[in-house]
């Protein structure tokens, strides 16, 4: 048995006989952290500086605690030199850089540092924020992942301890709730299910001051649909698979849905496997993609899908499921988790339009992580699939999405010609529905160029009244973000602020939050506050901005947000 450092949850360190060894100092325990998880040599000037700003010899109150981590951890030879290096020997294994591992506890993985909050500078009181929202979410994404990964395998108690675990973690999180409903309505504990929704739904009407969603009680429903009124043949499943999508293709997303279900629990009856998981992904992507707030059930049934079309040998299917897992994690801002579904779809894609796709969603996950230039590159790979494939609507996608991507890279002209082309073939294709995003991207680029407001308005109001005729939050808030910026360049802030918070409301009304827009409105919100003249409440969305972009890992917004930050202090 090796040496271990527990860093997640209160700090220790164990011997080779599983003895915690002593570590004296809540300081010495930041130091551990902060060089285990520096991305950069730390040199012992401003290692001492961050963590011992009170003291009268800080570089000596440094070596202190080096020395007392390598006797703890009978090692001389790590924690050394100037910059500061681990050198851990390989049998030291430390929880924190375990996060991506298979064999991780995800069910003993507290917080960074645990409980501890060591007195240290304000810069090392803003890096200790970053990496605990960072590594929490990290985490919150495993045990999501796991618990839907145990729900496809049918090891449902499994899925409901991790569930809770979840929701013990989340309280407010109305995903973590239906999986946890969900995992005992599988396990055939309907009651249990049952005072799980009512009770969920009293805490969030006394705390919250509103009942969570409808997909809260439908994820307790007893079978994936009502009861059959009887067994239906292959071609029958097949019609209703059919029916549904078209219903889904004209707006009837009810009817849509419901055809769905009972496709799946018509294919369950005839033991088709591959009849099944086809059903199933496209039940999974229509509560994706179709109705709101239904991304945790959708899930839950895209990754059954995969372990269906698996068993089935149906590698397209089980690649079109990874895709539609990467995009609702990507959507979220659980980055590593999206990587690695795409990934496995990518694997998996046999053909130009399947590529175009996930190419197109590895694009959209990247740039919002701010890796811009390996973003835009999947965006162009996507579009050359989307084109030889014929897939107008991909092409779109991938052309306003992309869109986005220019514009975070301060290429202008380049994001004003993909945003054209992508709106001219919109009209081409008649996807209004997809229309309020290209012109909200546009109208941005626009602003930036500084265009003149009121030209740029009223196509604005016109993309927002059509977002709120689709009850789109998404695009409600994506469009009345960008008026709010139009508002901003003409020295009008009031009405930019009131612009803002519109849109921060309208972005969060339902579960399926698309974090990297809710983070860009955070960001305008504390930068006008504090050309309002207004630095404590600018300060104090510059904490929530710099929390949500650390948890949903849109790294060029975390530098941007703790320089916001310190520049208020």
Known sequence: MGRKIRLLGEPAIFDTDGQSQSVRGHQAWALLARVVLSRAPLDRRGLASELFPETIDPLGSLRWCLASLRKALNASECLNGDPVECNFAPDIEVDVLRLDRDDLDV??????LGTLEPRCSPEFSTWLLVERQRISGIVEARIRQETIRAMAVEDYERAVRLAGLGVRRSPYDEGSHILLVKSLALAGRYPAALEQVEATEAVFL???????????????????????????????????VQSGLAALAAGAADAGIDCLRRAVRDAEKINNPHLSAKATFELGTALVHSVRGYDDEGSILLSQSTELARKAGSAGIASAAF????????????????????????????????????????????????????GMAHYAVSLEHARSAGNRRREIWSLGLGGWGLLAADRLEEADSWLAD??????????????????AVLSESRTRQQAPARELRPRLEEAFALSCQMNDPCWEGAVARVL??????????????????EAGRRCARDTDVYAALQVEILASQAEISLKQGRPEVADAIGREWLALAARTHRDAHVVRAAAFIGGQG
């Open 107 to 112: 069910e003993v993985a507290g917080p960074l």
């Open 206 to 240: 006394a705390e919250l001051g509103e009942k969570p969603s409808a997909a809260l009680r439908s994820a307790a429903r007893r079978t994936i649909a009502s009861q059959p009124g009887g067994i239906s043949p292959e071609a029958f499943v097949k019609s209703l």
């Open 323 to 374: 895709r539609e897992l990467g995009y609702v994690e990507a959507l979220a801002g659980r980055r590593p988790t999206a990587a690695a579904y795409l990934a496995q779809a990518e694997e998996l894609a046999a053909d130009s339009d399947a590529l175009a796709g996930i190419h197109g969603v590895i694009g959209f996950n990247l740039v919002d992580w701010g890796r811009l230039e390996d």
């Open 422 to 439: 992508c709106l001219t073939l919109v009209d081409e294709q008649h996807w209004i529905s997809f229309r309020p995003w290209p012109v």
């Open 484 to 501: 709010a910026l139009t508002y901003a360049a003409e020295g009008a802030l009031p009405q930019a602020m009131e612009w803002l918070g």
